[in-house]
T-cell receptor
Framework: NAGVTQTPKFRILKIGQSMTLQCTQDMNHNYMYWYRQDPGMGLKLIYYSVGAGITDKGEVPNGYNVSRSTTEDFPLRLELAAPSQTSVYFC???????????????FGPGTRLTVL | AQKVTQAQTEISVVEKEDVTLDCVYE???????LFWYKQPPSGELVFLIRRNSFDEQNEISGRYSWNFQKSTSSFNFTITASQVVDSAVYFCALSEGESNFGNEKLTFGTGTRLTIIP
């Protein structure tokens, strides 16, 4: 198993540009998450998904969009990039059963994004 | 609202010393989970432990141990006989216990940067 993979690893954007951060997991996890980590800070939840076709906002969703068309993929879209979106982005996945039995979250290696 | 406080921003200790990282949390849920993650200089997040709110037993794993005290809302992490490889940022995190969408939405503390001096 590759676990959670993210592409690209690094990216520099100009203000106003758009891009999609890719996230794929091969563990058949139903839950997937996007976090951002600003310098010297903990991670903050942007969006999450409980399964294909279902997404919901986290703590800091403004400026981002997500979709979940398959179990494996959970891309994060940045529209009109702003300097405030300079951060490291982590994707994670976990399995939660119908009875609420959970596994821990597994994180991808991160994407370092700079908006200039 | 949930909150995790890691008051120690940075700690430096000499190799082989013991070190304790503090974590204090706030939640109104009766069911919740607490986590510790390690983020080495390479940047990835490494899962260390998960503890549910009904299990207050302390846990030991090699040189690592965790002390969970609901009475003080704390979940402290101790490294015994520290090594240079322990140098990293350590995050404490809390997840909601009961919600419409499950219980793994994590709230992270701001992290403690631990430096082990050889």
């Amino acid at each position: 198993n590759a676990g959670v993979t993210q592409t690209p690893k690094f990216r520099i954007l100009k203000i106003g540009q758009s891009m999609t951060l890719q996230c794929t997991q091969d563990m058949n996890h139903n839950y997937m998450y996007w976090y951002r980590q600003d310098p010297g800070m903990g991670l903050k939840l942007i969006y999450y998904s409980v399964g294909a076709g279902i997404t919901d906002k986290g703590e800091v969703p403004n400026g981002y969009n997500v979709s979940r068309s398959t179990t494996e993929d959970f891309p994060l879209r940045l529209e009109l990039a702003a300097p405030s979106q300079t951060s490291v982005y982590f994707c994670a996945s976990s399995y939660i059963s119908g009875t609420g039995i959970t596994d821990t979250q597994y994180f991808g290696p991160g994407t370092r994004l700079t908006v200039l | 609202a949930q909150k995790v406080t890691q008051a120690q921003t940075e700690i430096s200790v000499v190799e082989k010393e013991d070190v304790t990282l503090d974590c204090v949390y706030e939640t109104r849920d009766t069911t919740y989970y607490l986590f510790w993650y390690k983020q080495p200089p390479s940047g990835e997040l490494v899962f260390l432990i998960r503890r549910n709110s009904f299990d207050e037993q302390n846990e030991i794993s090699g040189r690592y141990s965790w002390n969970f005290q609901k009475s003080t809302s704390s979940f402290n992490f101790t490294i015994t006989a520290s090594q240079v490889v322990d140098s990293a940022v350590y995050f404490c995190a809390l997840s909601e216990g009961e919600s419409n969408f499950g219980n793994e939405k994590l709230t992270f503390g701001t992290g403690t940067r631990l430096t082990i001096i050889p």
